[in-house]
């Protein structure tokens, strides 16, 4: 392995807001049920209530040792980021369209799905070798040292191995039509992992995933066709595959990785559930010293009461 420990990480963000009139402009001419725009399953992909600067806030705070941060987005700037008076905090801070990342294939344009966004993150300029790639529903809750994300320079993988859906007995009996056309997370998890010629496959969760550039470059220089096949559409689709199953996997088979069962995340989903077990769920759990990473996933969703409380304590949490 690899004896160096010291040297530049940068983090990537992949952010839009669905909310933006133009954004919804552009959108449109390309649904065939205009009347999806209003869907929340739909929607939720896309809307957002600026939680990206918990994200970003977390990562200055939590993560010192981070070079730069980019957030990927559509020709849009995040709110906090046009604020003069707290600009000088963010000075590391970059604004990456898809426009640069996209630059020759620009026909792919414009995209409404983040897998040929990730698929095409190592295009981003002066990105370094060796990046964290974050969502924007996910923040530090405690101070990371490198060695939390690389170990002599080899990425920490986070999962748990499972069986592929087709050699599980009961996924196979009790799958729907339904689940067998969509285009879920899991699914597109497994087929990253077959294309490299896994039998099973080392599920992830909502936790930051680092990565090294090299590992897409020298993927997709060889197989243009695959990286061009996962891109080529708008919206989510069946057939793409995550890239970060994918490049999880080809590190796990070149056994340039280290693989790591605990999450150390906690993680919220359902905003129905009772207020009282949603504030002891984030004042208790996150106490855990052995967590590191919290992921309030589609927090658009959440009740005004609720989403006030936990904007509140992230605020407090990232002063």
Same mark, same amino acid.
């Given at each position: 392995?690899?004896?160096?420990?010291?040297?530049?990480?940068?983090?990537?963000?992949?952010?839009?807001?669905?909310?933006?009139?133009?954004?919804?402009?552009?959108?449109?001419?390309?649904?065939?049920?205009?009347?999806?725009?209003?869907?929340?399953?739909?929607?939720?992909?896309?809307?957002?209530?600026?939680?990206?600067?918990?994200?970003?806030?977390?990562?200055?705070?939590?993560?010192?040792?981070?070079?730069?941060?980019?957030?990927?987005?559509?020709?849009?700037?995040?709110?906090? %980021?046009?604020?003069?008076?707290? #600009?000088?905090? &963010?000075?590391?801070?970059?604004?990456? =369209?898809?426009? *640069? +990342?996209? @630059?020759?294939?620009?026909?792919?344009?414009?995209?409404?799905?983040?897998?040929?966004?990730?698929?095409? %993150?190592?295009?981003?300029?002066? #990105?370094?070798? &060796?990046?964290?790639?974050?969502?924007? =529903?996910?923040? *530090? +809750?405690? @101070?990371?040292?490198?060695?939390?994300?690389?170990?002599?320079?080899?990425?920490?993988?986070?999962?748990?191995?499972?069986?592929?859906?087709?050699?599980?007995?009961?996924?196979?009996?009790?799958?729907?039509?339904?689940?067998?056309?969509?285009?879920?997370?899991?699914?597109?998890?497994?087929?990253?992992?077959?294309?490299?010629?896994?039998?099973?496959?080392?599920?992830?969760?909502?936790?930051?995933?680092?990565?090294?550039?090299?590992?897409?470059?020298?993927?997709?220089?060889?197989?243009?066709?695959?990286?061009?096949?996962?891109?080529?559409?708008?919206?989510?689709?069946?057939?793409?595959?995550?890239?970060?199953?994918?490049?999880?996997?080809?590190?796990?088979?070149?056994?340039?990785?280290?693989?790591?069962?605990?999450?150390?995340?906690?993680?919220?989903?359902?905003?129905?559930?009772?207020?009282?077990?949603?504030?002891?769920?984030?004042?208790?759990?996150?106490?855990?010293?052995?967590?590191?990473?919290?992921?309030?996933?589609?927090?658009?969703?959440?009740?005004?009461?609720?989403?006030?409380?936990?904007?509140?304590?992230?605020?407090?949490?990232?002063?």
């Amino acid at each position: 392995m690899n004896t160096f420990s010291n040297f530049p990480v940068d983090a990537v963000i992949a952010w839009v807001d669905g909310g933006d009139e133009n954004h919804q402009k552009k959108i449109l001419p390309y649904l065939r049920d205009k009347k999806i725009i209003s869907n929340k399953n739909f929607r939720t992909r896309f809307d957002q209530v600026e939680e990206i600067k918990y994200t970003v806030d977390s990562i200055l705070k939590f993560a010192k040792f981070i070079r730069n941060i980019y957030i990927v987005t559509d020709n849009q700037i995040p709110k906090f %980021l046009k604020n003069k008076d707290t #600009l000088h905090k &963010y000075n590391n801070v970059k604004i990456i =369209d898809h426009s *640069l +990342i996209f @630059e020759d294939q620009y026909s792919f344009l414009p995209v409404f799905n983040c897998r040929p966004i990730e698929t095409r %993150l190592y295009k981003i300029p002066n #990105l370094s070798e &060796y990046f964290i790639y974050f969502n924007d =529903d996910m923040f *530090l +809750i405690r @101070e990371t040292k490198v060695k939390d994300f690389f170990e002599e320079g080899f990425p920490v993988l986070r999962g748990k191995w499972f069986q592929l859906n087709e050699d599980n007995l009961l996924k196979k009996i009790f799958s729907s039509k339904k689940k067998k056309t969509r285009a879920g997370h899991k699914i597109a998890q497994q087929k990253g992992a077959k294309i490299i010629g896994f039998k099973k496959y080392y599920k992830f969760e909502h936790t930051p995933h680092p990565f090294r550039k090299s590992t897409f470059s020298n993927f997709f220089k060889e197989n243009k066709d695959i990286e061009n096949n996962n891109i080529k559409y708008r919206f989510r689709n069946i057939n793409q595959f995550t890239p970060q199953s994918l490049i999880n996997h080809i590190e796990i088979k070149n056994g340039t990785c280290k693989l790591e069962s605990e999450y150390k995340m906690v993680y919220f989903q359902n905003y129905k559930k009772p207020f009282w077990w949603i504030k002891f769920k984030l004042l208790n759990f996150t106490k855990n010293t052995d967590k590191l990473f919290l992921c309030m996933q589609s927090l658009d969703q959440c009740p005004e009461k609720k989403l006030k409380f936990i904007e509140k304590w992230l605020s407090n949490k990232y002063d």
